[in-house]
C-alpha cells in the first residue's frame, strides 16, 4: 500500500542513491587503457614512481582536474589520432613518438628523462 510514509521512504532513499553515485562516480578512470599501456611500456618508471605498483594519472595531468594537462600530457595528447583512444597500440606508438619531443628540462626530451628514470611532465598545467 502506498502511503505518505512509504513515499518520503522512496524518495530518501532515491536522494542517498543518487548522492552516493555523484560522490563515487568522479573517481573513475576516464581513460584506464592510457595508463595500462604506460604502466606496460615503462615498468623502471613504476617501480621508481608507482603508487602500488602502477603509474597513476599524474604522470600526465598535475591537478585533480583531468582536463587539465602538463607538458608531457599535451605533447601525448598531440600524438593521439582521436580524442578518447582505445587501441593499445597506437596509445604505445604516441608514447614512443611523444620520447623524441623536447621538455621543459633543458637539453632533454622526454624519452631522455624516462631513461633516467625520471618522470617526463612538469608539476604545472600547461598553458
Not at 7 to 16: D, I
Not at 40 to 50: A, F, I, Q, R, S
Amino acid at each position: 500500500m502506498l502511503t505518505v510514509k512509504n513515499c518520503v521512504r522512496f524518495v530518501v532513499a532515491g536522494v542517498l542513491a543518487a548522492s552516493m553515485f555523484v560522490v563515487t562516480g568522479g573517481e573513475a578512470m576516464a581513460r584506464p587503457k592510457y595508463l595500462k599501456v604506460l604502466n606496460e611500456t615503462y615498468p623502471d618508471l613504476v617501480k621508481k614512481h608507482g603508487t602500488d605498483g602502477k603509474l597513476t594519472c599524474a604522470v600526465c595531468h598535475p591537478e585533480k582536474d583531468k582536463k587539465k594537462r602538463n607538458n608531457y600530457g599535451v605533447a601525448m595528447a598531440g600524438k593521439l589520432e582521436k580524442k578518447n583512444e582505445s587501441d593499445e597500440a597506437k596509445i604505445k606508438e604516441a608514447l614512443t613518438k611523444t620520447e623524441g619531443e623536447k621538455s621543459k628540462t633543458e637539453g632533454k626530451t622526454f624519452g631522455d628523462l624516462i631513461k633516467a628514470g625520471e618522470l617526463p611532465g612538469t608539476n604545472e598545467a600547461a598553458e
